[in-house]
């Protein structure tokens, strides 16, 4: 799904923040690698952490151009 919205360049600017079960270094690393803005393991991180970074993502403090400069 990341690559395919990536791929499209109407929505290049969405933000992709992955919820997983998966927490091992290859599924994070191939998830950052296709696009994703962030990745949180369920099981490391408290819901309200999540809900803080989606509030940044749609406040505008944290955008994909943001990313994109960080890397």
Known sequence: MI???RKNSKWELIPIIVLSNLGGD????RALE???DDYFVK???PIEEVIEKVKEYLE?????KQRKLDE
């Not at 505008?60 to 994909?64: D, E, I, S």
């Open 26 to 29: 290859l599924e994070i690393k």
């Open 3 to 5: 690559e395919e919205v």
């Open 60 to 64: 505008g403090k944290k955008t994909v």
């Open 43 to 45: 099981s490391q991180h």
């Open 34 to 36: 296709l696009g994703a």
